[in-house]
């Protein structure tokens, strides 16, 4: 019974590239939350995606990020043009449903570094 | 104010003795109530819900909710050594999981 996944597990771009950072959920889960992790602070929600809908961006930042969830494949969160303030740990959670928004079962995060 | 506030910490208990982790949150409507735990370099889990007023007991694990004072507390019993993580305070606000900063707790043998 595969978990969340998520890929690649570290990633490191230069100033000015793009990053890929893909999610599948757990099997049954049609709900997916992109968070991001600083050093020494807490998770901080950026988007929520059904398939094929953006639910809840309101903590994307307004500019270089995206993030989409396809009917066939992974999430994708996406973000372009990265600088060094982009490096943080990126972990995707899914759900079974809306109403299960709390009992949230986590990936084991991307670590984006930005050199 | 922040939405859910914790002390970072650390929190440090000797092995077998009762650790208390505290959270504030801001959100009066707030119904749902969560905590997480997060060794380092790995992702959160869930350890607790509690939805209702009082205490939930499971295990080693009590979660006590205060809605009226909007404190939510993890008393974790015997604490062993295998304990020592961040722990994760999380409330639902807006259809969505706000996390608190975490509290460190480290369980000396």
């Known amino acids: 019974n595969a978990g969340v996944m998520q890929n690649p597990r570290h990633l490191v771009r230069r100033r000015g590239q793009e990053a890929r950072l893909r999610c599948s959920p757990m099997?049954?889960?049609?709900?997916v939350y992109w968070y991001r992790q600083l050093p020494e602070e807490g998770l901080k929600f950026m988007v929520y995606?059904?398939?094929?809908?953006?639910?809840?961006e309101s903590g994307m930042p307004k500019e270089r990020f995206s993030a989409e969830f396809p009917k066939e494949g992974p999430s994708i969160l996406r973000i372009q043009q990265v600088v060094r303030g982009d490096s943080a740990a990126y972990f995707c959670?899914?759900?079974?449903?809306?109403?299960?928004?709390?009992?949230?079962?986590f990936g084991p995060g991307t670590r984006l570094t930005v050199l | 104010q922040k939405e859910v506030e914790q002390n970072s910490g650390p929190l440090s208990v000797p092995e077998g003795a009762i650790a208390s982790l505290n959270c504030t949150y801001s959100?009066?409507?707030?119904?749902?109530f969560f905590w997480y735990r997060q060794y380092s370099g790995k992702s959160p889990e869930l350890i607790m819900s509690?939805?209702?007023?009082g205490d939930k007991e499971d295990g080693r694990f009590t979660a006590q909710l205060n809605k009226a004072s909007q404190y939510v507390s993890l008393l974790i019993r015997d604490s062993q050594p295998s304990d020592s993580a961040t722990y994760l305070c999380?409330?639902?606000?807006?259809?969505?999981?706000?996390f608190g900063t975490g509290t460190r707790l480290l369980v000396s043998p």
């Open positions: 959670a899914s759900s079974t449903s809306q109403g299960a928004v709390g009992e949230q079962f």
């Open positions: 099997k049954g889960h049609s709900h």
């Open positions: 995606l059904q398939k094929e809908n953006i639910i809840d």
């Open positions: 959100d009066r409507v707030s119904q749902s």
């Open positions: 509690i939805y209702s007023n």
């Open positions: 999380a409330v639902i606000s807006f259809q969505k999981l706000v």
